[in-house]
Nanobody, 115 residues
């Protein structure tokens, strides 16, 4: 089964930037539609960004123009570049791999936006 490991979270001031990484193992990244989700305390998990195997992307309205999802199939890694961060972006961010109706999740990485 595919394994996902996220990294890159941390504490950042409003207006700052972070880049999250998700390394895929035990399978090839090219087989999957990859997504980043987030879950804030007391809220449901929500989709942030998704990228298909062909490179098409889609974003939640709340992050459009600020976040960029990308994939490097050679490195088996998906990235989420987050700019102009806001306190409302504070959440645990999860990487997701979807293929043929099945989904796999990483363990999550905490992003905290605070002054």
């Amino acid at each position: 089964q595919v394994q996902l490991v996220e990294s890159g979270g941390g504490l950042v001031q409003p207006g700052g930037s972070l880049r999250l990484s998700c390394v895929v193992s035990r399978s090839s990244l090219s087989f999957y539609v990859m997504g980043w989700y987030r879950q804030a305390p007391g809220k449901q998990r929500e989709l942030v960004a998704v990228i298909t195997s062909g490179g098409s992307t889609d974003y939640a309205d709340s992050v459009k123009g600020r976040f960029t999802i990308s994939r490097d199939n050679a490195r088996n890694t998906v990235y989420l570049q987050m700019n102009s961060l806001k306190p409302d972006d504070t959440a645990v961010y999860y990487c997701n791999a979807a293929r043929s109706g099945s989904r796999s999740w990483g363990q999550g990485t905490q992003v905290t936006v605070s002054s």
